[in-house]
């Protein structure tokens, strides 16, 4: 075998290797393979290793005769098939067992960002006279912010928290991620999912349907209908207490509910008015309430006396609401215009929004989430990326007005981002208004003045021809785009990195970031 054997490459190596081999064996002029681009054939060495067609899946440097060759290579396409073709799952099952972190990451990764988008080009190719070509006009932004997933469509309610989610689609379905975890229920509810309550340590999930007088109860361990509940008025609201001890039902009227889930529920107290969302305290003894107005209520679920149960109201500022949500101590109430507040219901005072609270909400039947921590985006740019550039020798000032349109000034001796000075600002304020000198830049950003040159951009990755340039801008992301180089190459310093320059000085090093950070759910 050759002497690559036995040693564990990267990636773009493998790649490199396999591609001197095939071009070693090709017999065009001078030994090279067809015209087509190290991107294209990398590509292609993708896609030939889970189809079985390409020279990739043929092992080299046997010497032995052509049936020995043709029994290897059937030994290797006969493993490239069965590592290939992996079952996939049908949708209801897609994500069965999974964890709520598990579900949202593979949400992520099939909605948000894909690491080969970084390593193809996707603009075209323009041939020129000299049959070199370039690449026609386009560029991305490379960034990481939070991003806002599509977990499901068709879902009429839900509840979820830091650990687990529950939901219900508009016909019937219940789907559970968490420790407990349901791809689907035996039984659908008749008609649309509503009044959903569940919490994620509660064995019991408990909805209503087209029904509102009837209440189906849930055993999310089994995923089976255990019960169905006969009520006395059609339901508000309802809550489970934690480990799915008690159940507490609102009605129309304001009239409070309270029993456990095998049992229909005996009158607890009337609070004569609507209410918006009823909550359990930690030991399922305490009952919250919220009105539209924001008048939350304390009710002692377990005093025999019904005089005594309610213990304590107060007010939440900034109603009337139109939503409330209990997510453990925390209340989210979110008023007509989509104004959200939180309540600390320990201490009885609004606080802002944290990690302590998931980011679920409905959007026209949509089930988002809006991820606290950053996920990569990458977001496309018209015509060809030009930098604009002045130097004002008399306060050692280069200014560049970037790919995004802003301008930004730069120290010409050390070559760090100028965060004081305020560029377009004014005649009063311009650092240099009359003494600005056009420099002129080359393809790349690269530029030259007096005893120092300056890099805008860096070469993060290039095979054969191909070159992708990459600009880093502090607190915005990284430009990239592509470029045909003159001289061909094979440079990938770190796999999955990008560069990040502290300094447009050329002769300083620049560091290498990860393209991917690691997932960060909820």
Same mark, same amino acid.
């Given at each position: ?9 990267? &990636?773009?190596?493998? +790649? ?5 081999? %095939?071009?070693?064996?090709?017999? #065009? @002029? *001078?030994?090279? =393979? ?43 396409m006969f493993l490239a098939v ?36 970084? &390593?193809?080009?996707? +603009? ?5 006279? %000299?049959?070199?070509?370039?690449? #026609? @006009? *386009?560029?991305? =932004? ?88 006969? +009520? ?11 480990? #799915?001890?008690?159940?507490? =039902? ?75 949500r209990f997510q453990g101590r ?142 880093s801008v502090p607190g915005v ?46």
């Open positions: 075998m050759s002497g690559n054997a036995g040693r564990t490459v990267a &990636y773009p190596q493998f +790649v490199a290797m396999q591609y001197q081999q %095939d071009a070693s064996r090709a017999s #065009g @002029p *001078g030994g090279k =393979l067809p015209a087509r681009t190290g991107l294209e054939y990398r590509s292609r060495m993708v896609e030939k290793s889970c189809t079985g067609t390409g020279p990739a899946m043929v092992p080299h440097g046997f010497a032995a005769g052509w049936r020995y060759l043709r029994f290897w290579l059937g030994v290797a069965a590592a290939c073709a992996r079952p996939m799952p049908d949708a209801e099952n897609a994500y069965q067992g999974l964890t709520l972190p598990q579900y949202l990451a593979t949400v992520r990764d099939a909605q948000a960002f894909r690491l080969n988008q970084l &390593y193809k080009p996707s +603009v075209p190719l323009l041939e020129t006279a %000299d049959g070199t070509g370039r690449y #026609g @006009p *386009g560029y991305h =932004l490379f960034s990481h912010g939070p991003a806002t997933l599509d977990l499901a469509p068709q879902v009429s309610d839900f509840q979820g928290s830091r650990s687990a989610l529950a939901l219900g689609t508009r016909d019937g379905q219940i789907r559970v991620y968490g420790a407990f975890s349901c791809a689907r229920t035996d039984l659908p509810v008749p008609g649309a999912v509503r009044n959903m309550a569940w919490r994620p340590d509660s064995p019991y999930l408990a909805v209503q349907g087209q029904a509102r007088d009837v209440v189906y109860v849930y055993d999310v361990r089994r995923c089976e209908r255990t019960e169905e509940l006969a +009520v006395p008025a059609p339901v508000q609201t309802m809550a489970v207490s934690s480990g #799915g001890r008690f159940l507490a =039902l609102a009605d129309d009227a304001g009239r409070i509910w309270f029993g456990s889930p095998s049992q229909e529920p005996k009158p607890l107290a009337d609070l004569g008015g609507t209410v918006l969302a009823l909550g359990f305290g930690p030991e399922g003894g305490m009952l919250f309430s919220v009105s539209p107005q924001g008048r939350i209520t304390l009710i002692n679920a377990r005093e025999s006396n019904p005089a005594a149960r309610i213990m304590d109201r107060f007010q939440a500022r900034g109603g009337p609401f139109a939503q409330a925390y209340l989210v109430l979110t008023t007509a215009a989509g104004r959200r507040f939180a309540w600390d219901l320990q201490t009885r005072t609004q606080v802002p929004f944290s990690r302590k609270m998931a980011q679920f909400f409905l959007d026209d039947g949509v089930l988002r989430y809006t991820t606290w921590g950053n996920v990569p985006h990458l977001a496309e740019y018209a015509g060809y990326p030009e930098f604009d550039v002045r130097h004002c020798p008399k306060r050692h000032l280069i200014r560049v007005r970037d790919l995004d349109g802003m301008v930004r000034l730069y120290d010409s001796r050390t070559g760090l981002l100028n965060r004081t000075l305020v560029p377009d600002a004014g005649d009063a304020a311009e650092p240099c208004a009359s003494g600005w000198q056009r420099v002129s830049v080359n393809a790349k950003g690269n530029f030259c003045l007096e005893d120092n040159c300056y890099m805008l951009t860096d070469r993060a990755f290039q095979w054969d021809h191909d070159m992708l340039l990459c600009r992301g990284r430009f990239l785009w592509w470029m045909r180089a003159e001289q061909p190459d094979q440079f990938s310093p770190l796999p999955d990195h990008l560069p990040e320059r502290r300094t447009i000085l050329s002769d300083e090093a620049v560091e290498w970031a990860p393209v991917l950070p690691p997932p960060d759910f909820p």
